[in-house]
């Protein structure tokens, strides 16, 4: 069978998640990458491969192609056992998976602002009351849903890198993120996938955003 392909624009954005998980789990596969400056590789292409909803992420494997980030994260979540063990799991799955989520738009929403200084300052100052709520979420748990490594903790781990990169000390008051954070980028397989010419940190958004579509890095990236 021919490697699955995991197409997505050459930025972190709403595939790395997925990307972590391959990594993760060991997954020979093809990592697409699509350039905006050469957006005609997409369009030409968008409308070729058989996707029911031709969009950006798209996953192939066989006859199986799916378009939409949260139902490929969950489909490889199933197959590769990240879904969750039982039923309490699998509830603190999709909670966390629907927070985070609205954590990631409302970063999204953020950097497109166009006053990205004064709203960047309003989000600053209520993100603490954000990121108690994931503390104490977490609590002294290894992982968002308890014991057991999910496809949520990836999600959950760029998000809060997002965040860090946007403000450098946002996460220093929350012991547990921090751990968690640190036990996620821990993990061998994605340490091997970070260490790799195929991981990029920057950019994280498409080109059209106030801060993390290009330009020059932060430097405490």
Known sequence: ?????????????????????????????????????????????????GLDFPNLPHYIEGDLKLTQSSAILRYVARKYGLDGKDDQEKLRVALAEQQITDLHYSLVYLVKSSDYEAAKKEFVKNLPIQLKRWNNFLGDRKFLAGDNLTYVDFMAYDVFDFIRIIHESALDDFPAILAFQNRIKSIPELQDYMKSPMYIKWPIFDPNVRFGGGGDPPKHL
Request: aromatic letters at 18%; glycine letters at 4%.
């Open 1 to 49: 069978m021919a490697k699955p392909i995991l197409g997505y624009w050459n930025i972190r954005g709403l595939a790395e998640p997925i990307r972590y998980i391959l990594h993760y789990k060991n997954v020979d596969f093809v990592d697409k990458r699509y350039h905006f400056d050469k957006d005609a590789e997409w369009k030409k292409e968008k409308f070729t491969l």
